[in-house]
C-alpha cells in the first residue's frame, strides 16, 4: 500500500525557536496534504489543507503565520512552526490524498512529536 | 507490512440497524492503544472510541462499541441505531509505545434512509 512518512519522527526545542516537519508520500503523487493535531486521546484537529502549487487553506483558530505550511512537489509538504512555544508541544500527523479511477484514498503518516521546552 | 488493515473500503446501512466495521492490526508490541475516528466530509478526524491492549472490557461510548478480540488482533467497531448523521469516512489507527500512529486506509459509511 501507498506510504506517507514524516520526519522527524520526534523532536526537542528550546522555545522561541523554529521547527520543520516533513511529509512525504514515498511511492505516489499526493495533489493535497492535510495536517493535523492531536491531543492525548482525543480527535485529530484538522490544522490545514495543503495543495501542491497552491497556498494552504488554513482551519478556522489556526495562525497561518505561525504553522507555516509548504507544498512545493506532489510527494513532499512541509509544517513549519515559528517561534515555538511550550503550548505547541503537541503531536503532528500529516496524510496524504489520493484520488484515482474514482477512489478517494487517503493514507496517514506515523506523526512527529513535538516538545518545546 | 501493513500494521492497520481495514478490508471494507465502502459499507451502507439502513438508518436505525447497527453496523460493524472491521480492522485487524499486526504488532509483536504487548503495549498499544487502539482508537476509532470518524472523518466528516469537513476533513476533521473525531475521536470516537479507544481500547488500551491491557484493558479487559470492550471499550462503549455510547452507540459506539468496540468489539476487541485479542487472540484474533480485531477491533471491529460496531455503531448502533444508524443515524444519517453517521454517513462518513472512518478509521482505524493503532498506537505503539514509540508514540508511532499506524492508521487503516478507512471505510466508507453511508446510512441510508
Known sequence: GAVVSQHP???????????KIECRSL?????TMFWYRQFPKKSLMLMA????????????????????????????????VTSAHPEDSSFYICSARVI??????????PG?????? | AQKITQ??????????????????????D???????????SSGEMIFLIYQGSYDQQNATEGRYSLNFQKARK??????????????????CAMRLTGNQFYFGTGTSLTVIP
Not at chain 1, 100 to 109: D, K, L, M, V
Not at chain 2, 7 to 28: H, I, N, R, W
Not at chain 2, 74 to 91: C, E, K, R, T
Request: charged share 15%; with cysteine; aromatic share 12%.
Open chain 1, 49 to 80: 489543507t495543503s495543495n501542491e502549487g497552491s497556498k494552504a487553506t488554513y482551519e478556522q483558530g489556526v495562525e497561518k503565520d505561525k504553522f507555516l505550511i509548504n507544498h512545493a512537489s506532489l510527494t513532499l509538504s512541509t509544517l513549519t
Open chain 2, 7 to 28: 478490508t471494507q473500503p465502502g459499507m451502507f446501512v439502513q438508518e436505525k440497524e447497527a453496523v460493524t466495521l472491521d480492522c485487524t492490526y499486526d504488532t509483536s
Open chain 2, 74 to 91: 480485531s477491533a471491529n467497531l460496531v455503531i448502533s441505531a444508524s443515524q444519517l448523521g453517521d454517513s462518513a469516512m472512518y478509521f
Open chain 1, 9 to 19: 519522527s520526534r523532536v526537542i526545542c528550546k522555545s522561541g525557536t523554529s521547527v
Open chain 1, 100 to 109: 484515482t479511477s474514482g477512489r478517494n484514498e487517503q493514507f496517514f503518516g
Open chain 1, 112 to 117: 512527529t512529536r513535538l516538545t518545546v521546552l
Open chain 2, 30 to 40: 504487548p503495549s498499544y492503544g487502539l482508537f476509532w475516528y470518524k472523518q466528516p
Open chain 1, 27 to 31: 511511492d505516489f503523487q499526493a495533489t
